[in-house]
């Protein structure tokens, strides 16, 4: 079975100051790991995913993520934030072991990010 | 590339009226279809996926249905709508390896009163 946690509801940080979004994973085999973002009212939109190689994975609007094996963790990261960032974020897992489930996506609960000024 | 078209944006609907959701991708062929429902804004909860035309799985039981009359169609419907069915139903696709993203329409913000 596969799952994802956001263990923040919220979190909030100061304009220009760097922002971390947390998020951890439970797979049977290697996992493969997914941000999104969403916008009031609106679909997700995918920011950046984890296959295989290199740890630090760089992605839309200056985001970037870090994945590390040993702590299950897929942390989203922006070195300098904007107001503008503030929405809900989402983390998604997918298990590489398929179990014939449609390569179904686990989302987990979501972080609503507010960037004040 | 490809595109995915999610209508309507917004409906109201009676208690006990029916619904019909559209969704359809456009060039691509062979999607996986996702259905999920978000509640207050936050958790997806996966209603429905299908690998093929005519192949529906359910993750959870509900008075919600899902078909796939072709192969880049996926609706979700209703017989009878209950209040509990209130929500954001977002329609998504994928190809069918499992290192690739999904790719959101915009969504459906039903209220049922």
């Known amino acids: 079975a596969q799952s994802v946690a956001q263990p923040e509801d919220q979190v909030n940080v100061a304009e220009g100051n760097p922002l971390t979004v947390k998020c951890t994973y439970s797979?049977?085999?290697?996992?493969?790991l997914f941000w999104y973002v969403q916008y009031p009212n609106r679909g997700l939109q995918f920011l950046l995913k984890y296959i295989t190689g290199d740890n630090l994975v760089k992605g839309s609007y200056g985001f970037e993520a870090e994945f590390n094996k040993s702590q299950t963790s897929f942390h989203l990261k922006k070195p300098s934030a904007l107001v503008s960032d503030s929405a809900l974020y989402f983390c998604?897992?997918?298990?590489?072991?398929?179990?014939?489930?449609?390569?179904?996506?686990?989302f987990g609960t979501g972080t609503q990010l507010k960037v004040e000024l | 590339s490809q595109t995915i078209h999610q209508w309507p944006a917004t409906l109201v609907q009676p208690v006990g009226s029916p619904l019909s959701l559209e969704c359809t991708v456009e060039g691509t062929s062979n999607p996986n279809l996702y259905w999920y429902r978000q509640a207050a804004g936050r958790g997806l909860q996966l209603l429905f996926y299908?690998?093929?035309?005519?192949?529906i799985s359910s993750e959870v039981p509900q008075n919600l249905s899902a078909s796939r009359p072709q192969d880049r169609q996926f609706i979700l419907s209703s017989k009878k709508l209950l209040l509990s069915d209130s929500g954001f139903y977002l329609c998504?696709?994928?190809?069918?390896?499992?290192?690739?993203?999904?790719?959101f329409g915009q969504g459906t913000r039903l209220t049922v009163v």
């Open positions: 998504a696709w994928s190809f069918g390896r499992p290192n690739t993203e999904a790719f």
């Open positions: 998604a897992v997918r298990d590489s072991i398929l179990t014939g489930g449609g390569n179904k996506l686990t």
């Open positions: 299908s690998v093929g035309i005519g192949q």
């Open positions: 797979v049977s085999g290697n996992p493969y």
